[in-house]
T-cell receptor, first 113, second 113 residues
Framework: AQSVTQLDSHVSVSEGTPVLLRCNYS??????LFWYVQHPNKGLQLLLKYTSAATLVKGINGFEAEFKKSETSFHLTKPSAHMSDAAEYFC???????????FGTGTSLTVIP | EAGVAQSPRYKIIEKRQSVAFWCNPISGHATLYWYQQILGQGPKLLIQ????????DSQLPKDRFSAERLKGVDSTLKIQPAKLEDSAVYLCASSRGGLTGAFFGQGTRLTVV
């Protein structure tokens, strides 16, 4: 069975400071992991994905995530937060075939000017 | 490429009424998903289609929800009769599989009063 746990329901950072959104996963198989972002009243947008290639994955808008098997983690980071990064972020694990997706409960990111 | 199209964007109905949502996936995507996202929660899978066949509908409340994907392209999700707890955003997504991730529409926000 696959699942993800997002360790923080809310994160607040100042503009220009680093962002860290934490995600731990549980999977019976070698997992495929994704991060999605959801801005208010918008659909979910794929930020980045890990599919057993490089463990450090770069995504859109300056975000990246590192897959750490020993820690069963896939944390999302960004060196410098921008006001436009304020949104809800979801960590997602898929089944081995990439056909079914299991969502975390989400982390709401607030960026303070 | 064009994204996942959903309509309507917003719907307000009274309890016990019926409502239908429409989704047109990205061209060539064989897999189509309907998710329910209640405020403050992550998306929950309602039903998954592979072409025009159902892969997973284990969390679909079949006494009131129904979905179809005729001809393996667009899909409709219906609720009849609606309850107050059905108030949520209904997200449609599509995928071509192979660990590419799922692509989401903007969703339909349903309010049941």
């Amino acid at each position: 069975a696959q699942s993800v746990t997002q360790l923080d329901s809310h994160v607040s950072v100042s503009e220009g400071t680093p962002v860290l959104l934490r995600c731990n996963y549980s999977s019976s198989y070698s997992p495929s992991l994704f991060w999605y972002v959801q801005h208010p009243n918008k659909g979910l947008q794929l930020l980045l994905k890990y599919t057993s290639a490089a463990t450090l994955v770069k995504g859109i808008n300056g975000f990246e995530a590192e897959f750490k098997k020993s820690e069963t983690s896939f944390h999302l980071t960004k060196p410098s937060a921008h006001m436009s990064d304020a949104a809800e972020y979801f960590c997602v694990v898929s089944d081995p075939a990439g056909n079914q997706f299991y969502f975390g409960t989400g982390t709401s990111l607030t960026v303070i000017p | 490429e064009a994204g996942v199209a959903q309509s309507p964007r917003y719907k307000i109905i009274e309890k016990r009424q019926s409502v239908a949502f429409w989704c047109n996936p990205i061209s060539g995507h064989a897999t189509l998903y309907w998710y329910q996202q209640i405020l403050g929660q992550g998306p929950k899978l309602l039903i998954q289609f592979q072409n025009n066949g159902v892969v997973d509908d284990s969390q679909l409340p079949k006494d009131r929800f129904s979905a179809e994907r005729l001809k393996g392209v667009d899909s409709t999700l219906k609720i009849q009769p609606a309850k107050l707890e059905d108030s949520a955003v209904y997200l449609c997504a599509s995928s071509r599989g192979g660990l590419t991730g799922a692509f989401f529409g903007q969703g339909t926000r349903l309010t049941v009063v």
